[in-house]
């Protein structure tokens, strides 16, 4: 069999490394466009949960992190002078440079051929049994195709940009600054003895006032904003004790997720998609090079699994790795919403309310507990010190109506009543109603995010007319909370989040993190809450 790859990123080389020793009969070329030292970007970071098949497959990666790349266990967020630190979080990274430099020795090792400033042309493609095109989500192939491999692309609004420096981080650091022109955020990691990644995240109000949009981004690679480099460096001096940002292809963008609808064609040439050229997930959940490694993977097993029948293998392939990538993708959503709204969390809570809503963004309370007891405990005893009592028994006193907790039964007849079923009940209304007594506007969140813009109208709507509360209740987990959140902290009002799939441990942290005031649902729903408890 005669293969392709198009592109010499880490999942296009391991898949060479891998087929060729699984069938060392096969002709395997690999095609990258640029030199062979060439690196853009600086580390990759792995979770150790993560790395199991991929330590499996080949020994390579894990030899690498050990002699090459640094590790650690916590987590440090840093804002308003403090540093919180959240242990259990096994990670590993190392430099993308010199991750290349292994991934090319062991392809050549198993006698792939590796052809280096060559862009891969159609015409070059002739003749070969396959195509694996690993050539980024930038990919020139997968555009070639793109009729029947139908991909979509969300652009997020928050705006990034990537550095290293020689100021030596000890784990992965979330770093948050409010400068002059409003908030910035670092995601930071050591990547060698003397280097770690930078990589800056603000929204693009900020990025605006800042005067950071003048450098052209439509240039070729290779030149960096160095206007945005000198006003990080000194945003952030105090933060690396003065040490320099170091630049590579660095300039701002916007991060773009990618989903396909097809990853491969079998007619009239195959061609099969790996790695970003199929799928991205946002660069905060540290999965982009694994999930192209483990395409590798699923891809060289399916060829070897299904010999020359490659309609078979290729479904095998899409079939095997694509549940996992759905996963990554799903978990990555919240976390980059996240990001695109850190600002607004930074002004409103406290450090350590503010860590806790970051690290519980794609997980609950009692998953982050097995994973960092410490630190879930110290949030609690946090909430505890400044209300008196657990989240879900909380009182509040919304406009005259007092809740002795922060359950509520939300009735088929329109109205809320406090958990404990005592007291008067507060009814829901869709429209704005009318007189002096305390009412809550009952808004429906949307199935997905293009309707959130529909949703937030209707909000202001009712929130101008003086509601004592906002229910919201509808569409998704994720809907629900971005509107409940918007509720609190644009309107200024209560949101109770209404959600009869919602578990004593989401109701916990919903609350613990300031995601909504109150949590609802049928009197079925509380009472599994075990409210009092």
């Excluded at 430099?95 to 290349?100: A, G, H, I, N």
């Amino acid at each position: 069999m005669r293969i392709a790859v198009v592109g010499g990123g880490p999942g296009g080389l391991f898949f060479a490394a891998l087929f060729r020793q699984a069938d060392p009969s096969a002709e395997v070329t690999v095609f990258e466009r640029n030199r062979a030292d060439d690196a853009f970007g600086f580390g990759v970071v792995f979770s150790d949960r993560t790395l199991a098949g991929i330590h499996e497959a080949d020994p390579l990666l894990r030899e690498a992190l050990d002699e090459h790349g640094r590790h650690w266990q916590d987590i440090e967020v840093r804002l308003k002078g403090e540093r919180i630190r959240c242990g259990g979080n096994g990670m590993a990274a190392i430099s993308r440079r010199t991750l290349l430099a292994l991934l090319q020795e062991r392809a050549r090792e198993l006698g792939a051929e590796l052809r280096f400033s060559t862009e891969a042309e159609p015409a070059d493609l002739e003749g070969y049994d396959l195509v694996v095109a690993a050539d980024g989500s930038g990919s020139r192939t997968r555009d070639r195709l793109e009729e029947r491999l139908e991909s979509s692309v969300e652009t997020a609004a928050a705006k990034f940009i990537w550095f290293g420096t020689d100021y030596m981080f000890d784990s992965l650091t979330f770093v948050h600054e409010r400068g002059p022109h409003g908030v910035f955020a670092v995601h930071g990691y050591p990547i060698s003895a003397d280097v770690s990644t930078f990589i800056v995240e603000t929204d693009e109000a900020s990025w605006r006032a800042a005067g950071l949009d003048a450098f052209d981004t439509t240039q070729p690679p290779g030149p960096s904003d160095i206007v945005s480099k000198a006003y990080l460096e000194e945003l952030f001096a105090e933060q690396i004790d003065g040490h320099r940002l170091l630049v590579n292809n660095s300039r701002w963008g916007n991060f773009r997720t990618r989903r396909t609808r097809r990853w491969y064609v079998t007619e009239p040439q195959p061609v099969a998609l790996l790695g970003d050229a199929a799928h991205t997930a946002h660069f905060s959940v540290g999965s982009g090079t694994k999930m192209a490694m483990e395409d590798a993977i699923a891809l060289s097993a399916a060829l070897a699994k299904h010999g020359d029948d490659l309609p078979a293998a290729l479904a095998a392939y899409e079939a095997a790795a694509r549940p996992s990538v759905e996963a990554i993708q799903g978990a990555a959503r919240p976390s980059l919403g996240w990001w695109e709204h850190f600002g607004q969390y930074y002004d409103a809570f406290e450090p350590w309310q503010f860590a806790y809503h970051f690290l519980s963004r794609s997980i609950t309370d009692a998953r982050l507990a097995r994973r960092a007891p410490e630190f879930v405990q110290a949030s609690h005893e946090q909430w505890h010190a400044a209300h008196g009592a657990a989240p879900l028994n909380t009182p509040l006193d919304v406009a005259g109506w007092p809740l002795p907790g922060r359950a509520v039964v939300v009735e088929a007849d329109g109205a809320a009543r406090p958990a404990n079923g005592t007291g008067a009940p507060l009814p829901l209304h869709a429209e704005p109603a009318t007189g002096p007594s305390p009412w809550g506007a009952w808004i429906a969140a949307p199935d997905d995010e293009s309707g959130l813009a529909a949703a937030r109208q209707a909000l202001a709507a009712s929130a101008s007319a003086g509601p004592a509360l906002v229910a919201v209740h509808g569409g998704t987990a994720y809907t629900r909370t971005l509107l409940a959140e918007h509720t609190r902290l644009h309107h200024g009002l209560p949101a109770l989040v209404v959600d009869d799939g919602m578990d004593r441990d989401q109701a916990v942290t919903t609350l613990l993190s300031g995601r909504a005031d109150l949590v609802g649902g049928s009197t079925a729903t509380v009472s599994n809450w075990e409210v009092g408890r």
